[in-house]
């Protein structure tokens, strides 16, 4: 059968049509409604979330729509436009006895957390439609459970407000799914608002919305999903994060946020290896860069931001060493090509790269990229502009 992830997104039709015609087909019967979720990229701030650091991403036009409707008793059933056979899950495997694997872990994760926070989480039967390409870096898994999460907190009229969703859909990925991940993904899916970046401080979790209006500086945000292959990125994130808490013990703090810049000549000192000193500096650089990036955002100079872009990914290519050949080819030929900043997004070793250009030169930079990746024998890369949109909404 053709993969239907594998066609462009528009030539597979709206992705709500499609949740709905999946619900349709597998059920017999209209939904109840449907809820969308974002995709997102990170602006920049890697790495720095599970460091109680900062993170500034947008969510992206491409979303994960679940079509839904109540289902007798406590069980879930869930489809997927990319997958032939429902799953279907009981208590046994949202109580700690058993765990849904694969792509509907995610989904039985959210009822998991959902009921391990005490709510009555109902039966519901659900459908699954994404144009959030999978492994590509762009927060598939967190679009799934945050879609997911609204749907089964409507259908079951629970009491759940908006700024406690992203730590419970967490919870899922982290104790359910067993992915050791921060807080920055869920945050943007669930917060982001149309045409701001989210200034997230990952401690607090207080939010600020700050206004990303690209198109009225003639820029544009080109994201190019390297398309390589994933290489060993769950061991080695789960080692990057280690190495952090690691650190923080050694300097006696309770998360490498709590060293500053000012603080991180002394703080090097006093770490053991050349290694952990090198992921050290890429945090606390990286928060600094945040902070500078927002201080240019709220003065509308926003094009003045391409260094700090262009400094994260060589800190996070050197540092933090989470980049790949195909990235780091991807984000220099950008810049030969007159991109204003670049740098990889999302966890590393693979994924996407963005890249701050002028809108006119969003096409020609996107070639120079494709080129330089032909001359080095790499799988052509895709690529598409993004304008920063909302996040989980009801349609
Ligand atoms: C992945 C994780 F899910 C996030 O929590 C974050 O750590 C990111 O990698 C790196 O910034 O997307």
């Known amino acids: 059968a053709p993969d239907p992830a594998a066609a462009p997104v528009g030539a597979r039709g709206d992705v709500a049509d499609r949740a709905t015609a999946a619900f349709r087909t597998g059920y017999g019967e209209p939904p109840a409604g449907r809820w969308a979720a974002p995709g997102r990229v990170n602006l920049i701030g890697e790495h720095t979330d599970y460091n109680d650091g900062y993170v500034l991403p947008f969510a992206l036009p491409l979303r994960t729509v679940v079509a839904a409707a109540p289902q007798p008793g406590t069980t879930w059933t869930v489809r997927s436009e990319l997958a032939g056979e429902p799953v279907t899950f009981g208590v046994d495997q949202v109580t700690g006895a058993g765990r849904v694997p694969g792509w509907a872990g995610y989904v039985a994760g959210v009822v998991w957390a959902l009921r391990a926070a005490g709510h009555p989480v109902p039966g519901a039967r659900l459908a699954i439609a994404s144009d959030v390409p999978l492994g590509a870096g762009l927060s598939s898994s967190a679009a799934l459970e945050a879609a997911v999460l609204a749907a089964l907190v409507d259908l079951g009229g629970l009491d759940l407000p908006a700024d406690a969703r992203p730590r419970l859909a967490q919870r899922a990925e982290n104790e359910y799914v067993g992915a050791p991940t921060g807080i920055m993904?869920?945050?943007?899916?669930?917060?982001?608002?149309?045409?701001?970046?989210l200034f997230l401080d990952c401690r607090t979790e207080a939010v600020d919305h700050i206004p990303f209006d690209l198109a009225a500086d003639g820029l544009a945000v080109l994201v190019v999903d390297s398309r390589a292959p994933h290489r060993h990125a769950d061991g080695e994130y789960a080692a990057r994060r280690a190495a952090c808490e690691r650190a923080a013990r050694v300097l006696g703090v309770p998360a490498l946020r709590d060293v500053g810049v000012a603080d991180l000549a002394d703080a090097l000192d006093r770490l053991p290896d050349d290694e952990t000193r090198r992921r050290l500096r890429h945090v606390v650089t990286e928060n600094q860069r945040v902070l500078d990036t927002v201080d240019l955002l709220r003065a509308d100079r926003i094009r003045e931001i391409g260094p700090l872009l262009t400094a994260s990914h060589a800190s996070m290519r050197d540092d933090f060493e989470i980049t790949v050949p195909e990235v780091d080819t991807a984000v220099e030929a950008a810049l030969a090509a007159g991109a204003l900043g670049a740098r990889?997004?999302?966890?590393?070793?693979?994924?996407?790269?963005?890249?701050?250009?002028?809108?006119?030169?969003?096409?020609?930079?996107?070639?120079?990229?494709?080129?330089?990746?032909?001359a080095r024998g790499f799988t052509a890369p895709a690529h598409f502009t993004a304008l920063p949109t909302h996040g989980t909404t009801q349609l």
């Open 185 to 197: 993904d869920q945050s943007a899916v669930i917060r982001c608002r149309a045409g701001h970046a």
């Open 344 to 374: 990889m997004t999302g966890g590393g070793f693979g994924g996407c790269v963005l890249a701050l250009v002028d809108a006119a030169a969003a096409d020609s930079v996107a070639a120079a990229v494709a080129t330089a990746y032909a």
